[in-house]
């Protein structure tokens, strides 16, 4: 019994971190975790243990990074994500088709636990407490995994009545689910985030594990793409209410994993595992995507980030640093305040509060910027351009660019040096169907209710 319980955990690692299977169409076989293999607390605690392993994150840097302007080729790129950076997109795209598989594949694994959770005997309050946690935190991840597919395989945000993704609150084996609609997609959004509420009151603290701030940390992003400016407002008011800012001199600190400030969520990564700093330097050294000329140009030589982000040549990224014997090895931050200082910014020039929006960005932005000079805005056009572009300067590198992009209806436009050598790589007209990914080619041929993204064939 116990073999097998340990087995699935690393069966699912092992699958989420390769991508090779499709996660909604996956064998019984495949999947050893039974309702058998989870017989106590302690079982149930390493499998959500395993759950969130399974968890890439990088996944979304990855891709964020590559197909923005935010990068252009390194020099020692020999084809690492040219595909993705030229946008040379269809159904069978392995970046596309890997955040597919591992978020279906990372929620099929909790759901099965799910299933189990509640028949679970328990011999004290504790034993009771923790189920509850538990139970929350799978909620939570379950509401964010399917929120990130939704971000990617979407058109729209705000029309509800479009094709989202699958929200599948089930154990899939052999079913072959329609899409979702983007409103029921938020209906189940809301389920899950309010049961989880009520379950994690109380539950720890550490950030490497799902704790009740994340939830409305999680609701304002969602409610910014929503376009609901009041729960946006809320929501990231009591995010900000509870983390500070870290002051000027320490940020570098966030970034060696040597101090929490700022972090609400991240996921754990430790010597072995997969070192985000290398989607950009290799650990022998090549550089496979160099920041860009424009990107650079967005800071000033008195903004801490500048220093932070990129190597003093401007030729490497180097926001996950690592250490000398794990190069690139950092943990992967989700979600960070100063995300939320800049919903609420947006949230409230939307609603025609224009000092509040400016009390935000100038919190942020004094927290980054020695000496630095608060602004105002003249009127809605200059805040929300001044807001975007403290989120392309503040989430870089982070997996924010592409989807701000989308939700605002911005052109991919780099310059012509960050394009080199694909001339026909510098502009991508907003609205352009590649930004929505495609279904995975594999999805559509297991799957006959399935539908495709408009733009994309199916071979």
């Given at each position: 019994m116990?073999?097998?319980?340990?087995?699935?955990?690393?069966?699912a690692m092992?699958?989420?971190f390769?991508a090779?299977?499709d996660?909604?169409?996956?064998?019984?076989?495949?999947?050893?975790?039974?309702?058998?293999?989870?017989?106590?607390?302690?079982?149930?605690?390493?499998?959500?243990?395993?759950?969130?392993?399974a968890?890439?994150?990088?996944?979304?840097?990855?891709?964020?990074?590559?197909f923005?302007?935010?990068?252009?080729k390194g020099v020692?790129?020999?084809g690492?994500?040219?595909q993705?950076?030229?946008?040379?997109?269809?159904?069978?795209?392995g970046?596309?088709?890997a955040?597919?598989?591992?978020?279906?594949?990372?929620?099929?694994r909790?759901?099965?636990?799910?299933?189990?959770?509640?028949?679970?005997?328990?011999?004290?309050?504790?034993?009771?407490?923790?189920?509850?946690?538990l139970?929350g935190?799978?909620?939570?991840?379950?509401?964010?995994?399917?929120?990130?597919?939704?971000?990617?395989?979407?058109t729209?945000y705000?029309?509800e009545s479009?094709?989202?993704v699958?929200?599948?609150?089930?154990?899939?084996?052999l079913?072959?689910?329609?899409r979702?609609t983007?409103?029921?997609?938020?209906?189940?959004?809301?389920?899950?985030?309010?049961?989880?509420s009520?379950?994690?009151?109380?539950?720890?603290?550490?950030?490497?594990?799902?704790?009740?701030?994340l939830?409305?940390?999680?609701?304002?992003?969602?409610?910014?793409?929503?376009?609901?400016?009041?729960?946006?407002?809320?929501n990231a008011?009591i995010?900000i209410?509870?983390?500070?800012?870290?002051p000027?001199?320490?940020?570098?600190?966030i970034?060696?994993d040597?101090i929490?400030?700022?972090?609400?969520?991240?996921l754990?990564?430790?010597?072995?595992?997969?070192?985000?700093?290398?989607?950009f330097?290799?650990?022998?050294?090549?550089?496979?995507f160099?920041?860009?000329?424009?990107?650079?140009?967005?800071?000033?030589d008195?903004?801490i980030?500048?220093?932070?982000?990129?190597?003093?040549?401007f030729?490497?990224?180097?926001?996950y640093p690592?250490t000398?014997?794990?190069?690139g090895l950092?943990?992967?931050?989700?979600?960070?305040?100063s995300?939320?200082?800049?919903?609420?910014?947006?949230?409230?020039?939307?609603?025609?509060?224009?000092?509040?929006?400016?009390?935000?960005?100038?919190k942020?932005?004094?927290?980054?910027i020695?000496?630095?000079v608060?602004?105002?805005?003249?009127?809605?056009?200059?805040?929300?351009?001044?807001?975007?572009?403290?989120?392309?300067?503040?989430?870089?590198?982070?997996?924010?660019h592409f989807?701000?992009?989308?939700?605002?209806?911005?052109?991919?436009d780099?310059?012509?040096?960050?394009?080199?050598?694909?001339?026909?790589?510098?502009l991508?007209?907003?609205?352009?169907?590649?930004?929505?990914?495609?279904?995975?080619?594999a999805?559509?041929?297991a799957n006959e209710?399935?539908?495709?993204?408009?733009?994309?064939?199916?071979?």
């Open positions: 116990k073999k097998l319980k340990y087995l699935s955990i690393v069966l092992t699958l989420a390769t090779c299977n996660a909604i169409e996956i064998d019984p076989k495949d999947e050893i975790v039974e309702s058998n293999a989870l017989t106590s607390v302690r079982d149930i605690e390493d499998a959500v243990i395993g759950v969130y392993a968890i890439s994150g990088s996944n979304l840097i990855n891709w964020n990074s590559r923005t302007d935010n990068t252009r020692g790129n020999r690492q994500g040219v993705v950076h030229t946008w040379s997109i269809n159904s069978s795209t970046d596309a088709a955040m597919w598989n591992n978020m279906y594949l990372v929620n099929n909790l759901n099965r636990v799910l299933d189990v959770i509640d028949g679970i005997p328990t011999e004290n309050d504790d034993d009771i407490n923790l189920i509850k946690q139970k935190e799978l909620l939570v991840i379950r509401a964010m995994s399917h929120f990130d597919l939704a971000r990617y395989y979407s729209s705000t029309n479009e094709l989202s699958p929200y599948i609150d089930y154990t899939v084996v079913e072959k689910p329609s979702n983007m409103g029921e997609v938020y209906a189940f959004l809301d389920k899950d985030l309010n049961e989880a009520a379950l994690l009151a109380g539950s720890s603290s550490s950030n490497i594990y799902i704790t009740p701030d939830i409305p940390a999680l609701r304002a992003r969602i409610a910014l793409y929503k376009e609901d400016n009041v729960s946006a407002i809320t008011t995010v209410n509870k983390f500070n800012l870290a000027n001199g320490e940020f570098v600190d970034w060696t040597d929490e400030d700022e972090v609400i969520f991240k754990k990564r430790n010597p072995g595992e997969g070192a985000i700093g290398t989607l330097t290799a650990s022998n050294g090549d550089i496979f160099s920041p860009s000329d424009e990107i650079v140009s967005l800071y000033s008195s903004d980030r500048k220093e932070v982000y990129f190597s003093s040549d030729q490497e990224v180097v926001k690592g000398s014997s794990n190069a950092n943990d992967i931050k989700l979600f960070r305040v995300e939320q200082y800049l919903i609420r910014a947006e949230a409230y020039a939307k609603e025609g509060d224009l000092v509040k929006a400016a009390a935000d960005y100038n942020l932005r004094e927290k980054r020695t000496s630095y608060n602004e105002s805005f003249a009127n809605l056009t200059e805040a929300l351009s001044k807001i975007a572009l403290e989120r392309r300067r503040e989430l870089a590198f982070e997996g924010h989807f701000d992009l989308k939700r605002t209806g911005m052109d991919v780099r310059w012509e040096v960050d394009a080199a050598p694909n001339p026909n790589s510098i991508l007209n907003a609205g352009d169907y590649r930004f929505t990914l495609p279904i995975p080619q999805e559509i041929f209710n399935m539908v495709q993204n408009s733009g994309y064939t199916s071979n």
